[in-house]
């Protein structure tokens, strides 16, 4: 048993060796000329392995087993693993490509078998050129005539990865885990394959892809406490932004803009958990000339091509849900399904008939900017953990959608839509309210709110309302964000984002004092 700092300084002490034979432990050309994938296709190997000339291959040592003189030894690329074979009796050589000094390999002094054996850990990465075989064995392998060294590591790669519960360690070291966990490794393919799902679904439906700005003088479109700094150049306070530019891209409705959508970061200064983070990648689009309903079909369509896309089903167990996105979605009335579940009616409850009700519950809530508004909130939050769905959430009160508009049959419910899937809902949608007079009223109500306390209440944005006073279509906009992929792929948000932010070490917090086999 040694410690990371008795195994580092082996290492350094191999790395100064490679240095002092005047090699670069660290050059920057490689001479690979195929993945480790690639050549593995079976025709290509074919044809590789029956010519006359070498190929030359590179990646990460991934285990090493000596055996007299002989060297069997594992690299990988990042797209397979691949074999490779060195021979003492062949007379192995280094590549003198990229050396600093010709000097020791030119007279011989060094032998590239017992060189590599000397000064090869796992985790380094090397170059491999020889005549690609076949082992009696049938596993395809590379006789190597020459290594180079690529990248020498100084810290050795945990033998035992998967048996590190600590899943703060997990995330803080993500580099680690992708490199020995196939399945996070899938995990963020997948993502990439989701966001693009996404951008391709909508680019055919004739939206036009916008950057809206990330700094801004007021924050707008959602109820959320922003991150705030200080632009020094122009000496004002400004926040990031917690909303894919929602009221910039009502703009380009005011501009002539059909059909618009953005995805991109947003920050939002509020609590963690296992579904909420405070920077994370959304989605936002703006559609003129259509309602909440042309949303819902829309949106519907969205999800089921995105999931197909991403995970090739539409069947999903996420939690205790059992969710199938291709069977008819549901209409979930907001206030009669409260009522449903819990027996209170929301439209003539006053808040503490509500908070009573969250009492006989075990709901817990913070009273810090505790309103009505946010005690009917809270009441659907509980109910909402026992839908599956999928099906969309309407029928939303007024006093909680300051953005949307007011449903023509109840002045008092907005034409507002939300996807709810496994307890959840998974994106926000509206038909939005264009009416500059209302919407200043609006924003009123809710600096009041602010002013008593509410710091996730909605700032005024006056010239939003000036953009209004112009003319905005009628419009329909929607919102999700990665949570809809962390929900599919049944992944706590936080471990669904490829780094997510951690608390920073202690100074000397070093693992190196840890014990490794």
Same mark, same amino acid.
């Given at each position: 048993?040694?410690?990371?700092?008795?195994?580092? +300084?082996?290492?350094?002490?191999?790395?100064?060796?490679?240095?002092?034979?005047?090699?670069?432990?660290?050059?920057?050309?490689?001479?690979?000329?195929?993945?480790?994938?690639?050549?593995?296709?079976?025709?290509?190997?074919?044809?590789?392995?029956?010519?006359?000339?070498?190929?030359?291959?590179?990646?990460?040592?991934?285990?090493?087993?000596?055996?007299?003189?002989?060297?069997?030894?594992?690299?990988?690329?990042?797209?397979?693993?691949?074999?490779?074979?060195?021979?003492?009796?062949?007379?192995?050589?280094?590549?003198?490509?990229?050396?600093?000094?010709?000097?020791?390999?030119?007279?011989?002094?060094?032998?590239?078998?017992?060189?590599?054996?000397?000064?090869?850990?796992?985790?380094?990465?090397?170059?491999?050129?020889?005549?690609?075989?076949?082992?009696?064995?049938?596993?395809?392998?590379?006789?190597?005539?020459?290594?180079?060294?690529?990248?020498?590591?100084?810290?050795?790669?945990?033998?035992?990865?998967?048996?590190?519960?600590?899943?703060?360690?997990?995330?803080?070291?993500?580099?680690?885990?992708?490199?020995?966990?196939?399945?996070?490794?899938?995990?963020?393919?997948?993502?990439?394959?989701?966001?693009?799902?996404?951008?391709?679904?909508?680019?055919?439906?004739?939206?036009?892809?916008?950057?809206?700005?990330?700094?801004?003088?007021?924050?707008?479109?959602?109820?959320?406490?922003?991150?705030?700094?200080?632009?020094?150049?122009?000496?004002?306070?400004?926040?990031?932004?917690?909303?894919?530019?929602?009221?910039?891209?009502?703009?380009?409705?005011?501009?002539?803009?059909?059909?618009?959508?953005?995805?991109?970061?947003?920050?939002?200064?509020?609590?963690?958990?296992?579904?909420?983070?405070?920077?994370?990648? +959304?989605?936002?689009?703006?559609?003129?000339?259509?309602?909440?309903?042309?949303?819902?079909?829309?949106?519907?369509?969205?999800?089921?091509?995105?999931?197909?896309?991403?995970?090739?089903?539409?069947?999903?167990?996420?939690?205790?849900?059992?969710?199938?996105?291709?069977?008819?979605?549901?209409?979930?009335?907001?206030?009669?399904?409260?009522?449903?579940?819990?027996?209170?009616?929301?439209?003539?409850?006053?808040?503490?008939?509500?908070?009573?009700?969250?009492?006989?519950?075990?709901?817990?809530?913070?009273?810090?900017?505790?309103?009505?508004?946010?005690?009917?909130?809270?009441?659907?939050?509980?109910?909402?953990?026992?839908?599956?769905?999928?099906?969309?959430?309407?029928?939303?009160?007024?006093?909680?959608?300051?953005?949307?508009?007011?449903?023509?049959?109840?002045?008092?419910?907005?034409?507002?839509? +939300?996807?709810?899937?496994?307890?959840?809902?998974?994106?926000?949608?509206?038909?939005?309210?264009?009416?500059?007079?209302?919407?200043?009223?609006?924003?009123?109500?809710?600096?009041?709110?602010?002013?008593?306390?509410?710091?996730?209440?909605?700032?005024?944005?006056?010239?939003?309302?000036?953009?209004?006073?112009?003319?905005?279509?009628?419009?329909?906009?929607?919102?999700?964000?990665?949570?809809?992929?962390?929900?599919?792929?049944?992944?706590?948000?936080?471990?669904?984002?490829?780094?997510?932010?951690?608390?920073?070490?202690?100074?000397?917090?070093?693992?190196?004092?840890?014990?490794?086999?």
């Amino acid at each position: 048993m040694s410690s990371y700092k008795e195994v580092r +300084q082996v290492r350094l002490d191999k790395l100064q060796k490679i240095k002092d034979a005047g090699i670069n432990p660290y050059p920057a050309r490689t001479e690979r000329g195929f993945s480790l994938a690639g050549v593995l296709e079976q025709t290509c190997f074919e044809e590789l392995s029956g010519a006359a000339t070498s190929v030359t291959l590179a990646g990460r040592v991934m285990s090493l087993r000596p055996q007299g003189g002989l060297i069997f030894l594992h690299v990988y690329d990042g797209t397979a693993k691949f074999q490779g074979l060195l021979k003492k009796e062949e007379g192995v050589k280094i590549s003198v490509n990229g050396v600093n000094d010709l000097e020791n390999l030119e007279s011989g002094s060094l032998d590239g078998f017992d060189f590599f054996n000397e000064v090869v850990d796992i985790g380094d990465f090397v170059e491999l050129s020889g005549k690609l075989f076949v082992t009696k064995r049938g596993e395809k392998t590379i006789a190597v005539e020459s290594w180079k060294m690529l990248s020498k590591s100084l810290r050795p790669l945990p033998e035992k990865w998967h048996g590190i519960q600590d899943v703060e360690e997990k995330l803080r070291r993500r580099y680690l885990d992708i490199l020995f966990n196939e399945d996070i490794r899938d995990l963020f393919i997948k993502k990439a394959k989701f966001w693009n799902a996404v951008r391709t679904f909508l680019q055919k439906e004739n939206f036009l892809e916008v950057e809206t700005p990330i700094l801004e003088t007021t924050t707008g479109g959602a109820d959320a406490r922003p991150f705030a700094t200080h632009h020094n150049s122009l000496d004002l306070d400004v926040f990031l932004r917690i909303s894919a530019g929602e009221l910039w891209q009502k703009e380009l409705m005011v501009a002539g803009y059909p059909k618009v959508f953005e995805i991109g970061r947003i920050f939002r200064n509020e609590g963690m958990s296992a579904e909420h983070l405070q920077d994370y990648t +959304q989605l936002e689009f703006y559609w003129a000339y259509a309602d909440y309903k042309k949303g819902m079909e829309l949106v519907e369509r969205l999800y089921k091509h995105v999931a197909f896309e991403t995970f090739g089903t539409l069947e999903f167990t996420i939690g205790d849900h059992h969710v199938d996105l291709g069977k008819t979605w549901e209409i979930f009335d907001y206030t009669e399904t409260i009522k449903k579940m819990t027996g209170v009616d929301i439209s003539t409850a006053d808040l503490s008939e509500i908070e009573s009700k969250l009492n006989d519950l075990k709901v817990q809530y913070d009273k810090k900017g505790w309103n009505k508004s946010r005690a009917i909130d809270t009441l659907w939050k509980y109910c909402r953990r026992k839908i599956s769905g999928p099906g969309f959430l309407v029928g939303v009160p007024k006093e909680i959608s300051p953005l949307a508009k007011s449903s023509e049959k109840n002045i008092n419910i907005v034409e507002r839509f +939300q996807p709810l899937i496994a307890g959840s809902e998974l994106g926000n949608g509206y038909s939005e309210l264009n009416d500059p007079i209302d919407q200043a009223e609006r924003f009123a109500a809710q600096s009041a709110l602010r002013e008593a306390g509410d710091d996730e209440a909605q700032m005024f944005a006056h010239e939003f309302v000036e953009a209004l006073e112009y003319g905005m279509p009628p419009t329909c906009g929607f919102g999700m964000s990665e949570r809809v992929f962390a929900f599919l792929a049944n992944k706590p948000v936080r471990e669904a984002q490829i780094f997510p932010l951690m608390r920073p070490k202690k100074e000397g917090n070093d693992d190196l004092e840890e014990v490794v086999e």
